[in-house]
């Protein structure tokens, strides 16, 4: 009897072990493979960092900076649509560059490089208005993200907001900025969440033990020829070499040269050269060095001939964009800055295969309003690629 139940009780026992195994071995890959896709899209997620905020009114505490920082990381984290970086690591590099709020487009795309980002965010307090007696607090700030390899901007955006306290409430300045903050910086994270991607492909990191970054990001361009140069052209005429002196006009076959050895005469330069020389007595030039016009040098690029020859009289730098069309530039009526004077706009850029930062001319801008230690200023070129600490330089003519 007890051999039956033995021997009907073992089989029974044996598949429940089985499915108690395969229901584990399942359970595990279905973890495994979570894991694996959690890992695999935040891989894909543009990593982004975000850097302290500059504070343009002058009214807000030392502190708001970095408390709008921290509420726009805040935001950007609870969507999910990036990898952000962790804060203190950015701020701290920045400040062993000996770089500070505002930052320019160079220092944006520096960091990006030594902290691997595809984007990079940083913003400007506007405005701060507090009304103790109300209380009631409002604030206006506005929000630049660009680009980590390129520096081009992909969002450039300003929104107010104003935070007071409920009926049973009793909130501190401080919290009332907090919530003003958190209420107009999510204006602008809900307007352009969708549209926030970098527009160029960040380099893989140097492998271990190499030599530096590699190459140069795409947008790099070769510098321009300089003036009363051609451009470089491929050589042409290596395929049908001119026919030498005392072969009768005969070419030799394929590509050997005359026989004699050395350079190969050219024609009108001498003995051994029986072709007569061109009317005028002037020898022509070989086919491939003919003069050419120099190609109009672009619009924007490194123009070091200009730079070095030009002092520039006044310089000021881009505190904050307003708008579409208007910029907010750091000098004013003490530093002689008129209205309807035109200043050319500069920009320091970092160049990854340099290693170094370049300047590249980009637009222009006229000023429209002037005030004591700033002024305001329409743009005039350069469009929405103006931004935050470009350089507004005026030349002596």
Known sequence: MRSSVTRTGGPSRGRSRLQART?????????????????????????????????????APREAGERAARVLHGLLLDVGKHDLAPLEALWADARAQGLAPPFGVGDLQL????????????????????????????????????????????????ASATAEPGKQEELTPDELLVRALESALATIVK??????????????????????????????????????????????NDEN????????????????????????????????????????GESQPPQDEQPENPPPPPTSPLEPEVEDQRVPVVEAKVLVRIGKDK???TLGRDQNVAKGMELEVWRLRWSRGQEAMTRLRIGRVVVT????????????????????????LLFAE
Request: net charge negative; glycine share 12%.
């Open 369 to 392: 309003k002037v005030s004591r230690t700033d002024a305001e200023a329409r743009v005039l070129e350069g469009g929405d690629l103006i931004t935050t600490n470009d350089l507004c």
């Open 241 to 280: 070499p001119p026919p030498p002196s005392g072969s009768g006009g005969q070419q030799p076959p394929g590509d050997t040269p005359p026989s004699g050895g050395g350079d190969q005469p050219q024609p009108g330069s001498g003995a051994g050269d029986s072709t007569p020389p061109p009317p005028g």
């Open 111 to 158: 960091l990006a490089h030594r902290q691997q980002l595809d984007l990079v965010a940083q913003g400007a307090i506007l405005s701060y208005d507090y009304n103790a007696r109300k209380p009631r607090l409002a604030v206006e700030v506005v929000v630049e993200m660009a680009d980590g390899v390129s520096g081009d901007l992909v969002v450039n955006d300003q």
């Open 191 to 236: 307007r352009h969440i969708g549209e926030v991607r970098p527009t160029s492909q960040r380099p893989p990191p140097p492998a271990a033990g190499g030599g530096g970054t590699e190459g140069s990001p795409p947008d790099e361009a070769p510098p321009p020829p300089e003036s009363g140069q051609s451009s470089p052209q491929p050589p042409k």
């Open 23 to 59: 229901w584990a071995a399942a359970s595990a890959a279905v973890l495994l493979l979570g894991l694996a896709t959690q890992e695999a899209a935040a891989q894909a997620l543009p990593r982004l960092g975000v850097l302290p905020f500059n504070d343009v009114s002058r009214q």
């Open 327 to 329: 910029v907010l530039i």
